[in-house]
């Protein structure tokens, strides 16, 4: 049971990554696609979303619009414009009663922005680390379904991450922001995780950025560090009073 949830979750993910090691302009459609397939197979086959977790692929196809853009401004533009249409066609079903959702999307949005006016991050390990922290908190406050999408994308950063520093591909981490963001809305709204507990997930892209110049071993060492001390507070948060067996 174990290994199954395991390959179901991690197999379409690393099949991605190694598409985008060879095609690397549309990596994050081979994402999308992998997000996909997992959702698939969790949840049955599906074309029109019909379900707020379903709408998760397209968080990783509007990057590939962005990224397609001749210049900086065309590409913020389209993914702010990207960010919004994915909100409101996946989160339709709760915008209308908790409006606040849409701000959500901003940080999103700016880090994109900062990403590209300045630099990105070498790998998006923080990002990696970042939806492990999701899966994990997700998982243990009630939903395996949404819990096993984060760690896929946790499997599709995370693989990624490896081909930039073993392979110097290039990653363009920060458009992952968008799926980061979505997944916390799916967790908060859906799941009820305290916004407490996903929002300081952000301290971890952010992170590596200010390592950036760091040597690669030490930086990911203290991202690790950093997010394994904020899933364990998370999760001693969120650990259920009553037994779980």
């Known amino acids: 049971m174990g290994a199954a949830l395991l390959l ?7 099949g991605a990554a190694l598409l985008s090691w060879r095609w690397p302009r549309l ?4 994402g999308a696609l992998a997000i996909w397939l997992v959702a ?17 692929p397209l968080t990783l196809l509007v990057p590939v619009i962005a990224l397609l853009a001749t210049d900086q401004r065309s590409a913020l ?20 009663s908790e409006p606040l959702i849409w701000l959500a999307l901003l940080p999103a949005i700016i880090w994109f922005t900062w990403c590209e006016r300045r630099t990105d991050s070498p ?39 490896l081909l930039a520093q073993f392979a110097k591909v290039q990653v363009a981490p920060a458009v992952l922001g968008l799926a980061l963001a979505f997944m916390q809305m799916l967790a908060w709204q859906y799941v ?20 950036r110049h760091k040597p690669w071993l030490a930086r990911w060492a203290v991202l690790t560090v950093l997010a394994g001390i904020g ?5 001693w948060w969120v650990w259920p009073e009553a037994s779980l067996y």
């Open 8 to 14: 179901q979750t991690l197999a379409a993910p690393l």
């Open 27 to 30: 990596a994050y459609l081979w």
């Open 40 to 56: 698939a197979l969790l949840g049955g086959f599906y074309v029109m979303p019909t379900k707020a977790w379903q709408w998760l």
């Open 77 to 96: 533009l389209l993914f702010a414009v990207g960010g919004g249409v994915t909100w409101w066609l996946g989160l339709a079903t709760v915008l209308a």
């Open 123 to 161: 790998e998006g390990l923080g990002f990696a680390l970042g939806f492990i922290w999701l899966a994990m908190v997700i998982g243990i406050d009630g939903s395996l379904l949404i819990a096993q999408l984060a760690g896929a994308l946790a499997a599709f950063a995370g693989f990624r991450a």
């Open 192 to 211: 009820e995780v305290p916004l407490v507990v996903l929002l300081p997930v952000w301290l971890l892209p952010i992170g590596e950025w200010v390592l």
């Open 231 to 235: 899933a364990g507070i998370s999760l």
